[in-house]
Every structure is written in C-alpha cells, then in structure tokens.
C-alpha cells in the first residue's frame, strides 16, 4: 500500500505555521509556569515521523514496546508510547483501506484472518451483555489497536520477507537490553531469588509476562543466527542475532518463569517431530496416545503433585521440582484458584461470559475459602485468569474461548502446511521457527495470559501475520516463477 501523506510544498507551509504558532504560544506558556509545553516539539516530531514514514512506524512500536511504561490517571489506563502509537496506526491504517480499490481479498479470507475477526466479532457480541460495558469498551479498543495494525496492516508489510527480519531484530534488541539491565540489577542483589519475580520492573510488569516474551523470542533469534546467509548477506546482522540470542538465554534461565521453561521444552520436542518428517497420521495417533495417558493416569498424576512439597527456589533443580508442587506453592495455588473461580463463573454465564476485561472484577465472590491462598485477597483484586483459554471463556462465553482455539490451531495448520508446501527451504524453515516460537506462547497460554498487553500482544500478532504473510506470497511467488518458466519454455519450444 502507498503512504496517504507525501511530502510536498503545502506540507512544508504548514509545518512553518504550526513551529511559528507554537514560539508565540510558548511565551504565554512560559509565563504562567506550564512546564510540559516544552515536550510539544517532541511530540510533534514523532507525529511527523508516523505520518512522513507511516509503514516505517511498525518497526519503531517493535524498538520501543519492551521500554514501555504502564501509567493510569483516574478511571483510564494505558501503556505510553506504544498504545497511542498503535491507536494513530489503527485509524491512518483503516482510513487508507478505504481509499483501496484493489485490494488482494486473502488477506481477510485466508483461515486465520477468517478466525481472527470471528473472534473480535464475538467479543463485540457477547460484550453487549457485559456486567460493566465500559470496562469492555476499553478492551475491546484495545484489542482492535493491537490486531488492526500489527496483523492486518502487518500483512501487506510483511510481504517482503526482509521486514520480518527488521521487525524481529527490533523487538529482540530492546528487549536484550532490558534483559542487561535486568540482570545487573539482579547482580547487584547478589541473585537473591526474592527479587527474581520483580527484578524486571518497571519495564514487564512481572517475571511471568518477561519470560513469556523471551520465549517467543527465543526460537526464532536462534534461527536467524544459524541460518544460512541466503536470508540475508549482512555479518552485522549474525553479529546482531548472536547479541540478541545470548541476552534471550541469560533471560531464560534468570527470569525463572516455569512456564516459559516448560513451553520451551515443548515446542522444542514439537520441532523435533516436524523435522524427524513423521506422517500426519503418526502425529496425530502420538497426539491421541499421549492425551488417553494423561486422562487415564490422571488420578495418579494429580495425587503425586499434591505429595510434592518443593516451593519455588533460587536453586534450578528445587525450582524445576516446584513446578508440580499443588498443595504449598503460592503461585501454583493461586493460580488453580483462579481457574476454579473462571470455571465457576463459566458455569453461571456459559454462553455470552461477564464481559470482555470483566473477570478482575467479579472473580472474588466466586473464590471459596478451600482454595484461598497467602497471595489471594477477598476482593479478588490481583487481576487476571492466568490462562488464554480459561480467561475467553469466563469473559466472553464458549464461543470466546473455541475462537481463540481456532486462531491457535489455524495459525499451526498454516505453518507446518506452508513449511511442507515452500520450495524455497530458507522461507519455509523461517515460517516453522516462527510458528515454534508461536507454539511456545500457545503452552504458555495455559498458565498465563498476556495478550491484553502491549508487552506480548504486539510481537504475537505481528509473529502470527508474519505466518499468514509466508504462506499467502511465497507460494503465490513461485506459482508466478513456475508460469514464467512454463512460457520460456514453450517460447524456446
């Protein structure tokens, strides 16, 4: 898509006027002591920027959302700067869709696209009948400016493969350098494991959310940094991946965020499987096979964690050991009483749920004193349902939840698919390790949910658009070659 605002004499006018109206305003505003005048021209200057070089403006969310800063005056919320970034990008971006006349339709007919706006048409239909329409007001725009720019939009950048590349290496520097700062500070503490849950803040609210997004990190870095130099023919960048790659490790193993070691694991294995090239039939009989042992064993499995005794500790082996600990841990308790309360709530509005971004205000009166814990409070204040499947459900109803399934699952079908269908191997291995490094959030998305945040929200969809983009233009690419090589021979015929 072509930028709506291009550069030219009027524009120029217009940025004179507004710079001589702001100096004759300045003195008034010096006068009467109003200190934030003087940010006015940085504001403008990002302004600028986001309108001169719209489609660059991605890549500049991607440097600075792991710097973001979560502020709240009164009854509103929001994460500066990427939020009114993505809110600018969402209504430029719709206002230039509707001036397209030719518009390739699979972007919103392919199976995720398709998945994607029955979701946010259903979070809008079951909100309708939300206990507090205000607040799903508010999580339902939110959700718009992370979808809109960062999927949709994403879609016609991410065309060019090389803007994945700028994308990832975007986010995967800043969130390295914070993970620098990170564990200075954790050094400084001498790596006392009472700090490892927070040391990260201001910047992730917690170790949960910063592991989260260094796991969906982690698998596609390494590929970068390991890939043949085909996908790009800059030592700077292997340089810059090795950098990023280090720094996603060192995070993994301080943040001691269980849930992202577990859905590291994982994936990995699910990797290991795709590459080992098995029949789709044997998949889904291992798949089938697995489930049945856990549903048969299940009485064992939860009577030998309720025997564990191990609490979250700065010592690995303890702290993997409390990963099953469901009698003492307060984490892992906490975390089975928010389910039972989302379960509960399910059960008494199972069809359209209490409302989108509703559950941190109505879980409390459903928690019983049983499942009570030394973190829980009885106003039920301490946010959300600790999982991207329980949380849709309680809020928004079965459907809810089924559509967000989808999404996962349609988002996997087309990976693998596109990873077995591209001929070009560069390609199709990148469109698998970035549906790994999906993969490593859709198990993570069991014990906790981010994506009402900017932290995890924008590199998840842009990663999922990233997916989609591989699949709908590389094999559109070489169906093109493919005819053009059919005509040359037919000519040399």
């Not at 590459?275 to 856990?294: D, E, V, Y």
């Amino acid at each position: 898509m072509t930028s709506l605002f291009k550069h030219n004499t009027i524009t120029s006018i217009i940025i004179a006027i507004t710079c001589l109206i702001f100096i004759f305003v300045g003195y008034e505003a010096v006068e009467y002591g109003i200190d934030w005048y003087a940010f006015i021209p940085l504001l403008a200057l990002a302004l600028m920027f986001m309108v001169m070089q719209f489609h660059y403006t991605l890549f500049v969310v991607a440097l600075l959302t792991p710097f973001s800063l979560f502020t709240k005056y009164e009854v509103v919320s929001v994460t500066l700067p990427t939020e009114p970034m993505l809110l600018f990008m969402m209504v430029v971006f719709l206002f230039e869709l509707s001036l397209q006349k030719h518009i390739n339709k699979k972007i919103f007919t392919n199976l995720v696209s398709v998945c994607v706006i029955a979701s946010l048409v259903w979070i809008i239909i079951s909100s309708c009948f939300s206990t507090d329409l205000f607040v799903s007001f508010k999580h339902i725009l939110a959700r718009l400016w992370f979808v809109i720019p960062c999927y949709f939009m994403a879609l016609f950048i991410f065309k060019d493969s090389k803007k994945i590349l700028w994308f990832i290496a975007c986010y995967g520097f800043s969130l390295s350098v914070v993970i620098i700062i990170s564990t200075i500070k954790y050094a400084l503490k001498g790596f006392d494991h009472d700090y490892a849950d927070y040391i990260m803040m201001p910047f992730y609210s917690d170790h949960t959310a910063y592991g989260a997004a260094i796991g969906l990190l982690l698998p596609i870095s390494l590929y970068y940094l390991f890939s043949k130099k085909t996908l790009y023919n800059n030592i700077y960048v292997r340089v810059l991946f090795a950098f990023i790659s280090i720094c996603l490790i060192v995070g993994f193993v301080f943040s001691y965020a269980r849930a992202t070691w577990i859905s590291i694991v994982l994936a990995g294995g699910i990797l290991l499987l795709i590459k080992l090239k098995l029949k789709k039939r044997t998949l889904i009989s291992l798949g089938i096979l697995g489930a049945l042992l856990i549903v048969l064993s299940w009485n064992f499995i939860i009577g030998k964690m309720s025997e564990n005794s191990q609490d979250s500790s700065g010592n690995i082996s303890e702290h993997i050991q409390s990963m099953s600990n469901i009698s003492t841990d307060a984490s892992n308790t906490e975390r089975l009483n928010r389910w039972a309360c989302a379960l509960q709530m399910a059960k008494e509005r199972p069809l359209v749920g209490w409302g989108f971004g509703t559950y941190q205000f109505e879980y409390g009166r459903f928690q019983k004193s049983k499942d009570l814990t030394i973190i829980s409070t009885n106003e039920g204040t301490l946010g959300n349902a600790h999982s991207e499947y329980l949380g849709p459900l309680c809020e928004t109803g079965i459907l809810g939840m089924l559509t967000m399934m989808m999404i996962f699952g349609a988002t996997i079908y087309i990976g693998i698919r596109a990873y077995y269908r591209i001929k070009d191997r560069d390609l199709a291995n990148l469109c698998l390790f970035i549906t790994i490094s999906l993969i490593t959030y859709y198990i993570h998305g069991i014990m906790n949910n981010f994506l009402d945040t900017d932290k995890l929200a924008i590199p998840f969809w842009a990663m999922t658009s990233m997916v989609v983009a591989l699949d709908l233009y590389s094999i559109k690419k070489e169906k093109e070659e493919n005819l053009i090589n059919n005509i040359q021979k037919e000519e040399n015929i």
